[in-house]
């Protein structure tokens, strides 16, 4: 698989419909993030060729004066954060107006691979979930088994008891029976 980054291409009436302002202001920006040094790829015939990365700074830029930046301070900051080095290592793709197919394409997949990744989330949730009420279910039935082999013992030590107390009384009756015969005896 290729690993070439891909750059979208916007024409100015696209990047002022995408940025929500007026064609001469994205004019009136570039020309002042030119001055200012920031270099916007070109087409044959010399127009600007706005990609994704000149969208982000502009973005910058927009955000930057709505926060109350003086003008020329905000393009400074904005070419002093997005301007780079022109790189012949992507490949361009013009964004024209039947493209949005490709565009709803694109979007439709990036949907199903976020809808792919819940549902994968919601089964790796799902066997976390099992594994645990497994293991409680386990530890729970080992704490059971422990307490009635506890429960026994005591039940044995009580029938135990029961039977020594059983014999001691026996014995105490015995003794006691013994003396009466003791007195008795005695009497004659």
């Given at each position: ?38 270099v ?33 301070s ?53 066997i ?6 497994l ?18 013992e ?13 014999e ?18 005695g009497?004659?």
């Amino acid at each position: 698989m290729n690993s070439t980054p891909l750059n979208f291409i916007y024409s100015t009436v696209q990047v002022a419909k995408l940025l929500d302002i007026g064609r001469s202001t994205v004019n009136k920006y570039a020309r002042s993030l030119e001055n200012a040094g920031y270099v916007f790829t070109k087409d044959d015939k010399d127009h600007r060729a706005f990609t994704d990365h000149d969208i982000i700074a502009f973005k910058a830029l927009l955000d930057l004066l709505a926060r109350g930046a003086e003008y020329e301070s905000a393009v400074n900051a904005t070419v002093e954060r997005y301007s780079r080095v022109q790189s012949s290592d992507s490949v361009s793709l013009v964004a024209t107006p039947d493209s949005s197919t490709e565009v709803a394409m694109l979007n439709a997949k990036v949907d199903d691979l976020i809808s792919a990744v819940a549902a994968l989330s919601n089964r790796i949730d799902g066997i976390v979930d099992e594994k645990v009420r497994l293991q409680v279910a386990a530890a729970a039935s080992g704490i059971g088994a422990q307490v009635n082999d506890v429960l026994e013992e005591v039940r044995q030590a009580q029938d135990r008891a029961d039977q020594q107390l059983t014999e001691i009384a026996g014995a105490v009756s015995r003794l006691e029976l013994h003396g009466k015969r003791k007195r008795f005896f005695g009497l004659f």
